[in-house]
């Protein structure tokens, strides 16, 4: 039987959901950065995915998310931010991480209730710390947003930024709720089938698993990542989420509402995974 194949991130916060998954069987991990995950989802590469959820809102293939593990926080997120070298209420032109999908919407609604802005967005490689559309590689923009490990490991000098949003906390600050950045989306013609069923079980117990084990997995993962080990435990242990409840739900209605009205996605209900009929409205 040919195995399942799941579309992953390979990320510290990740970890927590997926470490332990390349070992059972009939299950193929496949990595690649966020905003990869929904396209690998949409054209059969993977079965299931770590999907940013601004992209069920997006996809030309219905999903359905599979509420077995997110990547979320319920304030701060330390990982997710936006640099600036000018005042927020001046900024003009907003270069937007190309890893990720759903905090680039974010940031623009947080932008847009916090400052009354829609600033122009061009896509930056932050890796090659290049401008889409520009050769010359100059190394930082007047104001990005920034995703994932290298927020902590390849950080701009904050002697540069001395304007930066926590955008979990901007969120808490202005729902009340929780973020949800990603979670296991299927898609939905396959969502009520026995393969993805074990799968989301297995998922459940993985996660379960790692909640109980995270100072191994901080000591296992952190160094190979560039993290320092006490800021990987405290990150992982006290700033993330990683299961979904009634208000992570909540808040994804809530954020792709927010995403609808400022035109960034059209409107989407989303439909969510049911164990015993698959799909749930």
């Known amino acids: 039987m040919a195995p ?26 496949i990595a690649a950065v966020p905003a990869h995950i929904a396209g690998m989802v949409q054209e059969n590469k993977v079965q299931i995915g770590l999907v940013s959820t601004i992209d069920v809102a997006r996809s030309l293939t219905p999903l359905t998310l599979i509420p077995k593990g997110i990547i979320g926080c319920d304030g701060p997120t330390l990982t997710v931010r936006v640099f600036s070298m000018c005042p927020p209420e001046k900024i003009t032109t907003l ?3 190309t890893d990720s999908h759903t905090s680039a919407a974010l ?16 896509e930056f490689d932050a890796r090659e710390r290049m401008t889409h559309g520009s050769d010359t590689g100059e190394l930082w923009p007047e104001t990005m947003l920034l995703i994932g490990d290298k927020v902590v ?5 904050a002697v540069r930024y001395p304007y930066q949003i926590d955008l979990g906390e901007a969120w808490k600050e202005l729902t009340g709720l929780p973020f949800v950045y990603a979670i296991w989306m299927c898609p939905s013609s396959i969502a009520g089938t026995p393969a993805v069923r074990t799968a ?26 560039g ?47 049911d164990a015993e009929i698959g799909i749930e409205s």
């Open 107 to 122: 940031a623009q609604i947080i932008l847009w209730h916090q400052y009354g802005l829609r600033p122009r967005t061009v």
């Open 153 to 157: 490991t390849d950080s701009p000098p």
């Open 227 to 273: 993290w320092p080990d006490d800021l990987a435990r405290r990150y992982l242990g006290e700033r993330l989420r990683f299961s979904c409840g009634p208000r992570e739900r909540e808040a994804i209605v809530r954020f792709l509402d927010e995403a609808t009205q400022l035109g960034l996605v059209p409107a989407c209900s989303p439909e969510w995974f």
């Open 95 to 97: 270069a937007m991480d």
């Open 4 to 29: 399942l194949r799941i579309g992953v991130v390979r990320y510290l916060n990740t970890a927590p959901l997926i470490e332990g998954l390349d070992a059972a069987e009939n299950i193929e991990l």
């Open 200 to 225: 989301a079980a297995l998922l459940e117990r993985q996660r379960l698993r790692n909640e109980q084990r995270l100072d191994w997995i901080v000591s296992t993962r952190a160094a190979e990542k």
